[in-house]
């Protein structure tokens, strides 16, 4: 079997699934699939496609960079650009890629209505009350009422949707905030559609989709959910997920560790008995943080065995164990994220060990790590 040095396989058919179990979820409300950060890592492009071929109706990216990236490739899908634009510049170029946008300020309406009038097209804007995220938004539903009414004044400047976010929707057992978050923007939203009846109103994260169907309104937003990765952090496969992401790498060498001998920088690991340690070519070079130095697993042929000492930019060591057949091993495929045989790792137990998120193991991912897809991504119009 061919190995690479450090390889991610992303299964699109997992991705499709993934949204199809949204789909299911929302009922007929829309979905938006959030392929920012590089798509979690996974290819914002490649899993772009399979999230409209499965039925997701939008696309949202952080940037105008992100955007450009998705045009590019050919994609005509409605995209929503999320994050906060820097000046009229960017919101021109955001209007030349066809992407919506995101204001919360009658300043930003204003920009807004200056950059359609210097590319002659339409800005279409999403207002974003912030119910509790404490980021972008306007914490003021009045403010935001007046936002609306910014836009529908504004020469080449139409209202498409009104948004907010969720910050405890993944937090198991908090419900009071959850709901504040929710009552606040249902009572606003309705307002808002009360006088604009074509307004998409959307608010679900993956975790809010999950957890709340009070909360789907007219679309949903989903990004980790999308990848197969658990919105809680916890257990994908308790809400039918499929993980799309195995990450792997091969052992390049194989060699006896005596008592007292050790492997890698300051010495974490001495054998206290003879062993035999396996060498792997990847390393935090590749995304495999050095946080999870002794505190990570690796599957080599069906075998769950413990990484051990410091993970280093470029290798990392694996305790194979006293038995001399592990020379044997040499060249065998060394799995990180995914299964072998019967053991499974899940990027989720990697951010356990590292007391972090699985949105930050994926999106963690170098550049060196060579990303491969199957089936081959399906082209769209």
């Given at each position: 079997m061919s190995v690479a040095r450090a390889a991610a396989r992303v299964d699109l058919d997992a991705i499709a699934g993934n949204c199809g179990r949204l789909l299911e979820a929302l009922d007929g409300s829309l979905l938006c699939a959030v392929v920012k950060a590089d798509g979690y890592g996974h290819g914002a492009v490649q899993c772009a496609r399979a999230a409209l071929q499965a039925g997701a109706s939008w696309l949202a990216v952080a940037t105008v960079e992100e955007a450009a990236q998705l045009r590019d490739a050919g994609i005509e899908?409605?995209?929503?650009i999320m994050g906060a634009l820097a000046d009229r510049a960017?919101?021109?170029r955001a209007l030349e890629l066809r992407a919506d946008i995101v204001v919360w300020r009658e300043g930003a309406v204003a920009l807004a209505s200056e950059a359609a009038a210097l590319v002659s097209g339409t800005a279409r804007v999403h207002v974003k009350l912030d119910t509790g995220m404490g980021r972008l938004g306007t914490r003021e539903p009045g403010e935001a009422s007046l936002v609306v009414a910014a836009v529908e004044a504004a020469p080449?400047?139409?209202l498409t949707g009104v948004m907010t976010h969720f910050a405890t929707a993944d937090v198991p057992g908090d419900e009071g905030f959850?709901?504040?978050q929710l009552a606040v923007f249902a009572e606003w939203s309705q307002a808002v559609r009360a006088e604009h009846p074509e307004v998409l109103v959307?608010?679900?994260?993956?975790?809010?989709v999950l957890r709340e169907p009070r909360s789907h309104f007219d679309m949903a937003r989903c990004g980790i959910a999308v990848y197969g990765l658990d919105p809680f952090n916890s257990d994908p496969f308790a809400h039918n997920l499929s993980p799309a992401l195995a990450l792997s790498s091969y052992v390049a060498e194989v060699k006896l560790c005596r008592a007292d001998e050790s492997t890698g920088y300051g010495r974490?690991?001495?054998a206290t008995q003879d062993t035999y340690l396996g060498v792997l070519p990847i390393g935090y070079g590749d995304g495999l943080r050095r946080a999870l130095s002794g505190a990570a697993d690796v599957l080599i042929a069906g075998s769950r065995l413990p990484l051990v000492g410091t993970i280093s930019m470029d290798n990392v060591a694996v305790d194979l164990g006293p038995d001399p057949a592990a020379m044997e091993l040499c060249g065998a495929e060394a799995v990180l994220i995914g299964a072998s045989g019967p053991e499974r790792i899940l990027a989720e137990e990697l951010a356990r060990g590292m007391d972090t998120i699985n949105y930050e193991i994926t999106c963690g991912l170098s550049a060196r790590v060579?990303?491969?897809y199957a089936p081959s991504p399906v082209l769209l119009p």
């Open positions: 899908a409605p995209v929503l960017e919101i021109v080449g400047v139409q959850f709901e504040q959307h608010a679900a994260n993956s975790a809010a974490r690991f001495v060579q990303r491969t």
